[in-house]
């Protein structure tokens, strides 16, 4: 994690993975299922949010700083309802999530919110789906397909190769498809142990043969 630690505006991208694909007439999320703990209510742990009916969020990072992010941008949403009598476009909520994101860079006494996010929905005057992506520095911009989080640049690399603009089905599979591409996996601790014996095995060996052999 070290090497992340070298810019205030970078944070180690090793978060749940994420992955959005825009079609012609639909936009997917999706994002890894981690198993929940036994005794864990699975409803209250989600990777993907409304943020107004229109407006979906899915997140990699700190849960607590999401949770912060998304209530200021509910409430911005049905502030500018209440205000102009219309709902926001995709690109002005996600314009304000950047802007708040941005303004912790350069604020005394806070910290940047610690994640990146895929936002998603249909503008409510065209009904044409859109896709943007943010980051903990303030930066962000549409994109046709993106992925956040752990292994997310292979699974951008999997869209490169495989993206095209489909509508329906085939604009769920691609999604699915980029997920289980990344292959995440977790170890358990049995094959974690398996494999330090290996490496340490491995390293006895190597002491051995460097010493030669015993002398009578």
Known sequence: MARYDRSITVFSPDGNAAVGVR??????????????????????VRKIVNLDGHIALAY?????????????????????????????????ITRYIAGLQQKYTQSGGVRLFGLSTVIVGFDPYTNV????????????S????????????????????????????????????????????QLEEAEIDTIVA?????????????????QE
Do not use: W
Not at 23 to 44: C, F, H, N, P, Y
Not at 134 to 140: A, E, I, L, N
Not at 143 to 172: D, H, P, V
């Open 142 to 185: 549409a994109r046709k397909a993106n992925a956040i989080g752990r292994n997310s640049n292979s699974m951008r690399e999997f869209l490169e190769k495989n993206y095209k603009e489909t509508s329906g089905q085939e604009t769920i599979k691609l999604t699915i498809r980029a997920l289980l591409e990344e292959g995440l996996r």
């Open 198 to 214: 290996e490496i340490e095995a491995e390293k006895a060996a190597a002491e051995a043969a460097k010493k030669g052999p015993a």
């Open 60 to 92: 990699a990072g700190l849960k607590a700083d999401a949770r912060v992010l998304i209530n200021k941008a509910r409430i911005e949403c049905q502030s500018h309802k209440l205000t102009v009598e219309d709902p926001v476009t995709v690109e002005y």
């Open 129 to 140: 789906p859109s896709l943007y992506q943010t980051d903990p520095s303030g930066t962000f």
């Open 23 to 44: 079609g012609t007439d639909i936009v997917v999320l999706g994002v890894e299922k981690k198993s929940a703990v036994k005794l864990q209510d699975s409803r209250s």
